[in-house]
């Protein structure tokens, strides 16, 4: 089973419109990380989430964080064009001497409709 | 600043050839990591630098992969002989610090590899 896993595997929206991903995962974490994967390119880290931190903001990203059950949520308000690709939630190792060393879900492909 | 560059950015070799990709990461991250995506899976680590010395390598998936770092500069993953398995793309990603918290990885536009 995975340790990541997103919901749903693909979006379509309207420019204008939020888009909503969920995320589930099995371990305990130190963090959870979102990453942006435009086609053909490699990841771009969005915004990181500490384990005793339920919610954080960024531009217009929103996280959310339920450790209880073990999930996030990534929400783009205001969606735009620019805003299609995959994205994918990481975890950490939840051992802060394993650093970097991510579990990555499978990802849900967004497209943003102009 | 540069960013961290992979080549070739594809590949294609037949099965039980030999291909090494290469990763330079951006210049002073002493950590470099390589990660996998095969067909219709998740992303995957396969192992961790820091500097010339290989910290974790328990994602490597088997001993027909080598991956070297000398110097602490660019890094090598060889993978010799490739299997149809194999096929997939290949992230090199890299960060200053080691810790997820205050290093986010920073990824190569990867390497797409076939095996035929």
Same mark, same amino acid.
């Given at each position: 089973s995975q340790q990541g896993e997103e919901d749903p595997q693909a979006l379509s929206i309207q420019e204008g419109e939020n888009a909503t991903m969920n995320c589930s995962y099995k371990t305990s974490i130190n963090n959870l990380q979102w990453y942006r994967q435009n086609s053909g390119r490699g990841l771009v880290h969005l915004i990181l989430i500490r384990s005793n931190e339920r919610e954080k903001h960024s531009g217009r990203l929103r996280v959310t964080l339920d450790t209880s059950k073990k999930s996030?949520?990534?929400?783009?308000?205001?969606? /735009?064009?620019? +805003?299609?690709?995959? &994205?994918?939630?990481?975890? +950490? =190792?939840?051992?802060? =001497?394993? $650093? %970097?060393?991510?579990?990555?879900g499978g990802g849900t492909r967004v497209l943003v409709k102009p | 600043e540069a960013g961290v560059t992979q080549f070739p950015s594809h590949s294609v070799i037949e099965k039980g050839q030999t291909v090494t990709l290469r990763c330079d990461p951006i210049s $002073?991250? +002493? %950590?470099? &990591?390589? &990660? /996998?995506?095969?067909?219709?899976?998740?992303?995957?680590?396969?192992?961790?630098?820091?500097k010339e010395s290989k910290q974790d390598e328990s994602g490597m998936p088997n001993n027909r992969f080598l991956a070297e770092r000398t110097g602490g500069t660019y890094s090598t993953l060889k993978v010799q002989p490739a299997e149809l398995e194999d096929s997939g793309v290949y992230f090199c990603a890299s960060s200053q610090g080691g810790s997820s918290y205050n290093s986010p990885l920073h990824f190569g536009n990867g390497t797409r590899l076939t095996v035929t």
């Open positions: 996030s949520s990534l929400l783009i308000t205001a969606s /735009r064009a620019a +805003d299609t690709a995959s &994205y994918f939630c990481a975890t +950490d =190792a939840g051992i802060k =001497a394993a $650093g %970097n060393k991510l579990t990555f | $002073g991250h +002493d %950590n470099l &990591y390589w &990660y /996998r995506r095969v067909m219709g899976k998740e992303i995957k680590f396969l192992l961790h630098f820091v």
